[in-house]
Nanobody
């Protein structure tokens, strides 16, 4: 399984970005998004089940982000609205073979390279 995240960039506070993760190889995985800010540990952002019908979000998302997936196109998305400077981080997509919606990064077997998101105030 190979994952490739894209869509990051520089945006002003209140703006939006849509991250995309292209999945190659076996695709029947739950997919998660994580982020890591400088000097901080990697943290859970969102996860979506293989079916696309179940998902979970970190509390800090506060209904600003939406995770989705297109299994026909083998892509997972993270729509981020009303971005805040504290959302600045490298964002990673990851895959886990699970029927649940894990939040722990150690549960995820496959990781893509991150994409930088910078939110200016």
């Amino acid at each position: 399984v190979q994952l490739q995240a894209s869509g990051g960039g520089l945006v002003q506070a209140g703006g939006s970005l849509r991250l995309s993760c292209a999945v190659s190889g076996r695709t029947r995985y739950a997919m998660g998004w994580f982020r890591q800010a400088p000097g901080k540990e990697r943290e859970f952002v969102a996860v979506i089940a293989e079916s696309g019908h179940r998902f979970d979000y970190a509390d800090f998302v506060e209904d600003r982000f939406t995770i989705s997936r297109d299994n026909a196109d083998n892509r997972v998305y993270l729509q981020m609205n009303n971005l805040k400077p504290e959302d600045t981080a490298v964002y990673y997509c990851a895959a886990v073979f699970s029927l649940g919606l894990p939040r722990a990064s150690y549960d995820y077997a496959y990781w893509g390279h991150g994409t930088q998101v910078t939110v200016s105030s």
